[in-house]
């Protein structure tokens, strides 16, 4: 079946404008996660929407960084007025339900969007 | 302390050998453990989950798992060139059941 899909997979923009990144996670998958991965470094945690639960954003590294789900789809990343420092690899998860067992926690993948501010 | 700890190496192995990389968590609530590889460029992908102590073997790969001394590695065996990439581990925290938490991962290299 389908993967994870994201778009765009590039995207540049002057410092000072705001960018929407989109994740499509993969059919019947609750969880989505949003991570940021700066050159050669680490994941770091943003988001975690589950369900209709109240989503974890406490990995939101500022009031510039909103994110929504519709329900169990589509989930939109926001960054408002960009900075250099926001220029990395952004990538989106999705896994099962976490009532599956512990297995439904294993995480797949999008090909992310890589963001360059300039 | 971070909540999930790699060397970052890199680990340099003779192709044939077996690698070894480890981890280690802060959470002693954590009960899932994953491995994830990723190649330069590439986004993450599942190779190994482990939720019990001891051991779990897939092909080449065997995860370990030591809850009271919140330890988890993985185990590659004849070891491949194909298998240099970066490898991620990730713990989900006990606060929140499904967040998962990555280290910053370990570079493997395999030398011909």
């Known amino acids: 079946g389908a993967g994870v899909s994201q778009s765009p997979s590039n995207k540049v923009t002057e410092k000072g404008k705001d960018v929407e990144l989109r994740c499509d996670p993969i059919?019947?998958?609750?969880?989505l996660y949003w991570y940021r991965q700066r050159l050669g470094q680490g994941l770091e945690f943003l988001i975690y929407?589950?369900?209709?639960?109240?989503?974890?954003k406490s990995g939101l590294p500022s009031d510039r960084f909103s994110a929504e789900r519709t329900g169990e789809s589509v989930s939109t990343l926001t960054i408002q007025r960009t900075q250099q420092e926001d220029s990395a690899v952004y990538l989106c998860?999705?896994?099962?339900?976490?009532?599956?067992?512990?297995?439904?926690?294993?995480?797949?993948f999008g090909p992310g969007t890589r963001l360059t501010v300039t | 302390q971070k909540e999930v700890e790699q060397n970052s190496g890199p680990l340099s192995v003779p192709e044939g050998a077996i690698a070894s990389l480890n981890c280690t968590y802060s959470?002693?609530?954590?009960?899932?453990f994953f491995w994830y590889r990723q190649y330069s460029g590439k986004s993450p992908e599942l190779i190994m989950s482990?939720?019990?102590?001891g051991d779990k073997e897939d092909g080449r790969f065997t995860a370990q798992l030591n809850k009271a001394s919140q330890y988890v590695s993985l185990l590659i065996r004849d070891s491949q060139p194909s298998d240099s990439a970066t490898y991620l581990c990730?713990?989900?925290?006990?606060?929140?059941?499904?967040?998962?938490?990555f280290g910053s991962g370990t570079r493997l290299s395999i030398r011909p």
């Open positions: 998860a999705s896994s099962l339900d976490e009532s599956v067992g512990a297995g439904g926690r294993e995480q797949y």
């Open positions: 059919s019947g998958h609750t969880a």
């Open positions: 929407f589950q369900g209709n639960s109240a989503p974890d």
């Open positions: 959470d002693r609530g954590s009960q899932s």
């Open positions: 482990i939720y019990s102590n």
């Open positions: 990730a713990v989900n925290a006990y606060s929140s059941a499904s967040k998962i938490i």
